[in-house]
């Protein structure tokens, strides 16, 4: 059995980092009832023993488990991490694991990546060696971070680069949190910007999450649990609508934001943590959704997202599941994926489905999707026999699309209208190792990054299907 390490940084990815460990061990739960320490737990855990001298109800040299999450927390402000050891995880983190500043960077891309790379290199490096060192297979750092503010985007980038000098055979696949447009830092699309350009050089895959798409899932989750036609109810204890998890306070609006990124994360770990008639091995990922070393940033699409209070759903939901995963309303990111280009889509399937029901649906939405020419048979598919807890099945879609394309120009634009006005570029430029040549060479990245996208839509009309052209013209 191979194992991951999960690497979350700054505040944002350390809070999806403890709702991911926590949803993950409830699953682990619900399956191994027993509680024995096994391969599927051995993946993102490892087992402590310690050794009684004495009392506590225990016969002398008797064995107590206690389960260890293969991860590194880095967070140059110490809230979350303080949050997190006085929650219901504390146990689960090892404190030589943790790493805490506490002035923060400031919302300054430049501060987390050039001063605090520099000052806690050595002891970031080591925290990473030490997690691999735990691992008899290690076959993949997941990397969670925001890109809008300082230790997220600056710090979150340069661990990226470490871990590609120190493990370059290992893959490094990020969950990068995009900023929405009117976000309160207002450096964000600075941040993102030079953040962009590290993880377009240095990672394997991207799943780019946009906080704008995950507010407008929440909202109309919202409405739904509100609404009175049956079966539009949603139970208490939902996907979305349930308990934080391991942080300790009362409850947050992101909460339920960071609820659906982990989600996310672990129906793409459920293949390495599970038993599948079809399992899809996490490197697999990169070699056969990146036809292109620099188009990497795959967007992700989860069904279901709520539980629904009706339990007599007739049999068409498990069909309805598969057309949801390429609705726009179920993507992370605000896009339309069918009326873009696809050069690769993997599916990744848990629960009670069988490999003719996957079959089924992707003859089904085949002839709706534009591929690639030189890719139409580009469908990875993953079978993992485990489903979420409270579902019979769910879906993950991952899909190396054109349709990222807007998210960056979007972006672009941002960063744009304040380096015209070289507003707060004081602030950068006043850190040791940061020159405005950083700045141009950031945003030269994200030019190509977006004129590669571009070519490849110029071909787009030649492989949309006659299905898709009927139902634009309509």
């Known amino acids: 059995m191979t194992q991951s390490v ?6 944002c990815g350390n809070q999806i980092g403890c709702r991911f460990w926590d949803l993950a061990l409830r699953e682990h739960a619900h399956v191994n009832k027993e509680g024995l320490y096994d391969e599927a737990l051995s993946s993102f855990f490892r087992n402590v023993d310690s050794r009684k001298s004495d009392g506590g109800g225990c016969a002398v040299g008797e064995s107590i488990q206690h389960l260890k999450a293969r991860a590194v927390l880095v967070d140059m402000e110490e809230g979350v991490v303080n949050e997190i050891l006085q929650g219901a995880l504390r146990e689960v983190f090892d404190s030589a694991q943790l790493l805490t500043d506490v002035s923060g960077s400031g919302n300054n891309w430049a501060v987390g990546h050039m001063t605090y790379g520099a000052t806690y290199r050595e002891q970031i490096v080591e925290k990473l060696r030490k997690a691999a060192e735990h691992c008899d297979c290690l076959q993949c750092f997941f990397i ?13 980038t340069r661990v990226l680069s470490l871990l590609e000098e120190e493990f370059p055979e290992v893959s490094r696949i990020v969950t990068a949190v995009y900023p929405s ?18 993880l377009t050089e240095h990672a394997d895959c991207v799943l780019p999450v946009e906080n704008q798409s995950l507010v407008d899932i929440v909202n109309r ?26 942080l300790s306070g009362a409850e947050k609006p992101f909460d339920a934001m960071n609820n659906i990124v982990a989600n996310l994360l672990l129906n793409i770990t459920s293949s390495a943590r599970f038993e599948g008639s079809l399992n899809m091995d996490l490197n697999e990922i990169a070699i056969n959704m990146v036809p292109f070393p ?6 992700s699409s989860l069904t279901p997202l709520y539980m629904l209070a009706d339990v007599n759903v007739p049999n068409r939901r498990l069909d309805q599941m598969f057309s949801d995963a390429f ?22 399937v848990r629960g009670d489905v069988q490999l003719s029901d996957l079959r089924r649906n992707i003859e089904r939405l085949r002839p709706l999707l534009p591929f690639v020419s030189w890719n139409k048979e580009g469908w990875k598919t993953g079978l993992c026999s485990v489903p979420p807890v409270g579902h019979s099945h769910s879906l993950l879609a991952l899909a190396n699309n054109t349709c990222v394309k807007p998210t960056f120009m979007e972006l672009k634009e941002r960063f744009t209208k304040l380096y015209r006005k070289k507003a707060h570029l004081h602030h950068y430029l006043h850190v040791n190792g940061m020159e405005q040549s950083c700045f141009s060479d950031a945003l030269g990245s994200l030019d190509a990054l977006i004129e590669e996208y571009q070519h490849l839509d110029a071909t787009k009309d030649r492989f949309i299907p006659d299905a898709i052209r009927l139902s634009i013209a309509n």
């Open 294 to 299: 620099r188009l990497h940033y795959l967007v």
């Open 221 to 246: 989750i919202k409405r739904m649990a509100h609404g009175e036609k049956p079966g539009s109810v949603i139970k208490k204890n939902s996907t979305i609508i349930s308990n934080k998890g391991g």
């Open 327 to 348: 609705s726009k309303d179920h993507q992370l990111i605000r896009a339309d994926p069918k009326h873009s280009l696809y050069l690769a889509c993997a599916l990744m």
């Open 181 to 198: 447009a009117d976000d309160d830092v207002i450096t964000s699309p600075y941040n993102s910007v030079l953040a962009m350009r590290e």
């Open 6 to 11: 999960v690497v979350q940084i700054g505040q």
């Open 144 to 156: 969670i971070h925001s890109m809008g503010g300082g230790t997220g985007s600056g710090l979150g």
